[in-house]
């Protein structure tokens, strides 16, 4: 059986949905008729995207600040890992 191929317009309303709505992920996805698994994928991929984040609707002010800390956190992996190779590029200049 062949998966079906969705672009990633579908894919970033998907996620949208799931921020929007407050549902679970795993709810979301019996709804759409796809698998948990495709879904958190997307929520990783697409998630963090500001579009989709300035419509989440958060189920408290701590759930709010959870999310919030938790996008600083990977936003500071992400800056870890972009000082650690240019440092490595760096090096290979000289």
Do not use: C
């Amino acid at each position: 059986m062949k998966k079906p191929l969705y672009d990633d317009e579908y894919k970033k309303k998907t996620v949208q949905y799931v921020k929007e709505s407050g549902k679970a992920v795993a709810e979301v996805a019996r709804e759409l008729k796809i698998k948990d698994n495709t879904l958190y994928g997307w929520m990783k991929k697409f998630g963090s995207e500001p579009e989709i984040v300035q419509n989440q609707v958060f189920k408290s002010e701590n759930h709010q600040l959870r999310e919030l800390q938790k996008q600083i956190r990977e936003l500071q992996e992400e800056n870890e890992i972009l000082k650690k190779a240019m440092h490595f590029f760096a090096k290979d200049r000289r």
